[in-house]
């Protein structure tokens, strides 16, 4: 086989090996889910997932958004005094209340982070700060950031948030 067809069938065969393998990459991407499916679908945010089923808010977390969602961790939930998560069982208010202190407007991700006051869902003031790649929101600590969902970003925190009182 002469040269230039050689080369001819190389590059054609080239071709083909990055068609399919970019037609391959593109079909194995997900795309984003809601924050509400992005929960359920975390093993270490499953307190948190039977909760927001238990305050009503699944709909809401599905709903187009933005929002940015500072998520507790099921140790965070662990840790909460004990009969804390009963008494919340049996006050819905309180819990959806809890929960929205969880949450704010808009999708605020590692890099938008400042040093700042911002206003909760449920209408109370959350305090942010950043110092270098570590984020705190009151008093806990994003122990992993920026997961991504269609309708906003989730911060997964160690700490439960209380809401100040009313």
Request: glycine share 6%.
């Amino acid at each position: 086989m002469p040269f230039a067809s050689t080369l001819y069938f190389t590059r054609r065969l080239a071709l083909a090996a990055s068609t399919l393998a970019l037609v391959s990459a593109c079909a194995s991407l997900q795309k984003p889910v809601s924050l509400a499916d992005t929960i359920a679908k975390t093993p270490e945010l499953s307190m948190l997932n039977g909760l927001v089923k238990a305050a009503s808010l699944t709909e809401t977390l599905q709903g187009p958004g933005p929002i940015t969602l500072f998520a507790p961790n099921d140790a965070a939930f662990k840790a909460l005094k004990p009969g804390t998560l009963e008494d919340l069982g049996k006050h819905p208010e309180k819990l959806k209340d809890l929960l929205t202190y969880h949450a704010v407007p808009g999708a605020l991700t590692a890099k938008d982070v400042k040093n700042s006051t911002v206003k909760a869902v449920n209408g109370d003031p959350l305090a942010l700060s950043k110092a270098g790649d570590f984020i705190t929101v009151e008093n806990a600590m994003a122990v992993q950031g920026d997961v991504m969902a269609s309708n906003g970003v989730i911060h997964i925190i160690d700490t439960v948030l209380t809401p100040p009182k009313k």
